[in-house]
């Protein structure tokens, strides 16, 4: 099955403490892309890559590291997580563009 | 600055009546416009796109309808079914279907009442 794979679903880290979230497809896409969820925000891109060792910023990449070593992985990296970062996070993969995105199914972030 | 607005938190509507989501822009540059629909606990999922183009783009009961004068952007579904109930979210790019930077708005929570 064509998918996005993000681990983990739920994640409760207190503040400072490095995580990342894993992302993974499996369609062989060339391009991905981290958005976080906020209420009366919508979805607001974090960072994308175009394609293996392409990375870039998109609106809200403060605080945040990504990095893509292999096509189909492109984890999100927090080295200091912060409260402002509580939030829904989403990975995204497309070869075709807009309406060829296939999303994660979102990992829940909140930090104390 | 949000520059797809979805001014509608939420819509309720009965079972078998039009849904009509709103959706405005404002950067001129977005030349092609989709519509994703997002059940809790999953992704989103694309549901109908439209180029600028065209003023309107249908497939099966889902209508999307675009003024670009107006930069305004709309959604229906008719019949509306319980199964419908979901967070809609518009999504706008430039330069075309291909082009993978999308901007989205805020959400329209949708309520379908059997």
């Known amino acids: 099955e064509a998918q996005v794979t993000q681990n983990p679903r739920y994640l409760i880290t207190v503040t400072g403490k490095k995580l990342t979230v894993t992302c993974s497809q499996n369609m062989n896409h060339e391009y991905m892309s981290w958005y976080r969820q906020d209420p009366g925000l919508g979805l607001r891109q974090i960072y994308y890559?175009?394609?293996?060792?392409?990375?870039d910023k998109g609106d809200v990449p403060e605080g945040y590291k990504v990095s893509r070593k292999e096509k189909r992985n492109f984890p999100l990296i927090l080295e200091s997580p912060s409260p402002n970062q509580t939030s829904l996070y989403f990975c995204a993969s497309s070869n075709t563009g807009g309406d060829g995105y296939t999303f994660g199914s979102g990992t829940r972030l909140t930090v104390v | 600055d949000q520059q797809v607005k979805q001014n509608s938190p939420s819509l309720s509507v009965q079972e078998g009546r039009i849904s009509i989501l709103n959706c405005d822009y404002t950067n001129s540059m977005f030349d092609y416009f989709l519509w994703y629909k997002k059940y809790p606990a999953e992704g989103p999922t694309f549901l109908i796109s439209i180029s600028s183009i065209k003023d309107k783009n249908e497939d099966g009961r889902f209508t999307v309808f675009l003024n670009k004068s107006a930069k305004h952007l709309s959604l229906h579904i008719v019949p509306s079914q319980p199964g419908d109930s979901a967070v809609y979210f518009c999504a706008a790019s430039a330069g075309g279907s291909n082009n993978n930077d999308m901007r989205f708005g805020a959400g329209t929570r949708l309520t379908v009442k059997p």
């Open positions: 890559s175009m394609n293996v060792e392409v990375t």
